[in-house]
C-alpha cells in the first residue's frame, strides 16, 4: 500500500466520529452502571465543586447523551460531507502531466497534474483527451465539475460548482454550456432556477425563484427572458400577471393582478402594461367585462369619465351625463318626466309619466282636518327633505337613456387615462413633440384627483369642486379655466400621447392619457 494512503488512513481513523464515540461511550457507559447498580453512599460517588456536591452519576449520565447526540447527528441528520479536494478521490495511480507526449496516446482511467503539479484531473481518458466520467479541479485543489466529458468539455449530465464548493449548476450540459434539463443554485446553495436551458441561458419551460425561495415566474423562457405564457408574481409569492409574455415582458392577452391577489383587468398588454391604445374605440360594456371593478363616474358639463380605481385607469366617453333631483318629504308624492330630445322636461302626459301623485278628493271631513295639521305641517317642513337622483345619459346617437336601462354598446371610449407608477414611455423618444399649456379637462382632474392622495399638493393651482352624490356619481364643477397644466403632446401612428408633468417640476411623470 502506498506510505502516503496509510498515513491518511490513520489520520481518518484517528478523526473519525465513530471510534472516537465508542472510545468515549465504553469505559463511561461501564461506569455508569456500576455507579447506578446503588445509590451514592459516600464521598467518592461525587464531585466537589466548591461548596457544591454533584453527583457522579449524573456527569456520566450526561456525558454518555452528549456522545450519543454526537453520534445520532453525523450518523442520521448531518449531511454527507463531499469531498472537494483532491487528497482523497483518486480513482488510479497512474499520472500524467498535462503536457506529456505520452498522455496523447493514454486510454483509460488516469490523473492529470497542472504545471505546479496539483492534480486538476480524475476520469476516463480517450486518445488523451477527457471523455467518459471525471471530476475536474482547479489548481488550488477545489472541485470545478463533476460528470459526464466528451472531447475536453463538459458533455451530458454534471454538476459544476461555485469556488466555495457548493453546486452551481446540476443537470445537463452541451459543450460546457447549460443545455437540457437542470437546477441553477444561488451561491447559498438554494435553487434560482429550475428547468430547461440552452446555450447557458434559460430556454423552454422553467421555474424561477428569488434568493428568498420565493417563486418570481412560472412558465415558458427565450434566451434568458420571459417569452411565451407564463405566469409572474410579486416579492411577496403573489400572482401578479398570468398571459402571455414577449422577451421579459407581458405583452399579448393576459390578467393583471393587485398585490392583494385580486383581478383588475383581464383584456391586451403592451410594454408590459394594459395596452392602453387598445381601448381606444372600445364601447363601455366591452370595458366592463374587461376591468373587474365597478367605475365611479364623473361628469360635468363637457363631458363624462369612468374611474376604475384599483386599476388606476380613467376611461374618458363620448356621452354627458344629467343629473335630475326631485324634493320629496313623507307627506308629499312626486312627478317625474322624462327630458326631450333637447334636454327640455316633455309636457305631462300620461306616457311621460314616470311616477303618480296621488290623487285625493278634498272633503269636508278633509276641510276641518286641515286647520288641525297646520302645526303638524310647519314641523315637517323644518325636517331633512329627502332627496332623489335620476341619472340620464345623452348619447352621441342624440338620445336619452336613464341609467338603470344604459345600453352600454352605444357609449364609446375616446380616451383613456393612467397615473400608474413606473409608465414606460420611453417609445416616444425620438418623435416630435410639441409642448401644450392649457387649462384642465375633466379627465385630467379626475387624474390629478388621484394624483392628490398620494401628493396632496400636487397641481396646486388647478381648481375645481366636486359633488358627491352616492358611491357612484361625483360632479366635478367649477374647474379654473385660469390656470393651466403643462403637457408635452405626440402623436404617432394616429393616436396622440399626452404627457402630463408639474409646471415647476418638469422631469416627473404625473400621468399619461392617450386618445384619439
Known amino acids: 500500500m502506498n506510505p502516503f494512503r ?12 465513530n471510534l472516537i464515540s465508542a472510545k468515549l461511550v465504553t469505559p463511561i457507559n461501564a461506569k455508569v452502571r456500576k455507579i447506578m447498580s446503588g445509590e451514592a453512599k459516600s464521598p467518592e ?219 383588475l383587468f383581464e383584456g391586451q398588454f403592451a410594454r408590459d402594461d394594459i395596452h392602453y391604445e387598445a381601448l381606444l374605440g372600445c364601447t363601455m360594456a366591452d370595458v366592463m367585462t374587461m376591468f373587474k371593478e365597478a367605475p365611479v363616474v364623473y361628469f360635468s358639463d363637457g363631458g363624462t369619465s369612468l374611474l376604475f380605481e384599483r386599476a388606476q385607469i380613467i376611461l374618458k366617453t363620448d356621452c354627458l351625463v344629467e343629473l335630475r333631483m326631485g324634493e320629496q318629504n313623507t307627506s308629499e308624492g312626486e312627478v317625474w318626466y322624462l327630458p326631450d330630445e333637447d334636454g327640455e322636461t316633455l309636457t305631462e302626459t300620461e306616457e311621460s309619466r314616470l311616477s303618480e301623485e296621488e290623487e285625493t278628493e278634498e272633503t269636508e271631513e278633509g276641510s276641518e282636518e286641515e286647520d288641525k295639521t297646520s302645526e303638524e305641517d310647519a314641523d315637517l317642513a323644518s325636517l331633512p327633505i329627502k332627496n332623489i337622483f335620476h341619472i340620464y345619459y345623452y348619447l352621441s346617437s342624440d338620445e336619452w337613456q336613464t341609467a338603470d336601462k344604459l345600453d352600454m354598446s352605444a357609449v364609446n371610449i375616446t380616451g383613456v387615462s393612467t397615473y400608474r407608477s413606473g409608465l414606460d414611455v420611453d417609445f416616444l423618444e425620438g418623435e416630435d413633440m410639441t409642448p401644450e399649456n392649457g387649462a384642465a379637462s375633466l ?37 379654473n379655466l385660469a390656470d393651466a397644466i403643462y403637457e408635452e403632446v405626440y402623436e404617432v401612428d394616429g393616436v396622440r400621447y399626452r404627457l402630463c408633468y408639474e409646471m415647476d417640476d418638469p422631469n416627473t411623470l404625473m400621468f399619461v392619457t392617450v386618445e384619439n
Not at 466537589?48 to 450519543?68: H, Q
Not at 481518458?125 to 477527457?130: F, H, P, R, S
Not at 430547461?196 to 434566451?223: C, D, M, R, T
Not at 379626475?446 to 359633488?467: C, D, H, K, M
Open 443 to 479: 379627465q385630467e382632474c379626475v387624474a390629478i384627483e388621484r394624483v392628490r392622495l398620494n401628493q396632496p399638493t400636487a397641481f396646486s393651482s388647478i381648481g375645481y369642486e366636486l359633488s358627491t352624490l352616492n358611491r357612484s356619481y361625483i360632479e366635478v364643477s367649477g374647474i
Open 6 to 17: 496509510r498515513v491518511m488512513r490513520r489520520v481518518q481513523q484517528l478523526f473519525n466520529v
Open 45 to 263: 460517588d461525587y464531585f466537589t465543586v466548591g461548596r457544591f456536591w454533584i453527583s457522579k452519576a449524573l456527569v456520566y449520565i450526561l456525558i454518555l447523551g452528549a456522545c450519543a447526540a454526537v453520534f445520532i447527528y453525523f450518523n442520521w441528520i448531518a449531511p454527507p460531507v463531499s469531498d472537494t479536494t483532491t487528497a482523497e478521490s483518486r480513482i488510479t495511480s497512474i499520472y500524467y502531466d498535462y503536457d506529456d507526449m505520452a498522455l496523447g496516446e493514454y486510454t483509460g482511467k488516469a490523473n492529470i497534474r497542472a504545471a505546479n503539479g496539483e492534480v486538476v484531473y480524475t476520469g476516463d481518458i480517450v486518445a488523451g483527451v477527457c471523455t467518459g466520467a471525471g471530476t475536474l479541479w482547479s489548481q488550488s485543489g477545489t472541485m470545478v465539475y463533476s460528470g459526464a466529458f466528451v472531447n475536453n468539455h463538459y458533455e451530458g449530465n454534471g454538476t459544476l460548482y461555485y469556488p466555495t464548493g457548493k453546486p452551481q449548476y446540476t443537470g445537463e450540459f452541451v459543450e460546457n454550456n447549460f443545455s437540457g434539463r437542470g437546477v441553477l443554485y444561488y451561491p447559498d446553495g438554494s435553487v434560482q432556477y429550475e428547468g430547461e436551458f440552452e446555450n447557458g441561458a434559460f430556454n423552454g419551460e422553467g421555474v424561477l425563484y428569488s434568493e428568498k425561495g420565493i417563486l418570481i415566474y412560472e412558465g415558458e423562457f427565450q434566451s434568458g427572458a420571459y417569452h411565451g405564457a407564463g405566469i409572474s408574481y410579486f416579492n411577496s409569492g403573489i400572482k401578479k400577471y398570468e398571459g402571455e409574455f414577449y422577451m421579459g415582458r407581458a405583452q399579448g392577452a393576459g390578467i393583471l393582478y393587485s398585490s392583494a391577489g385580486k383581478a
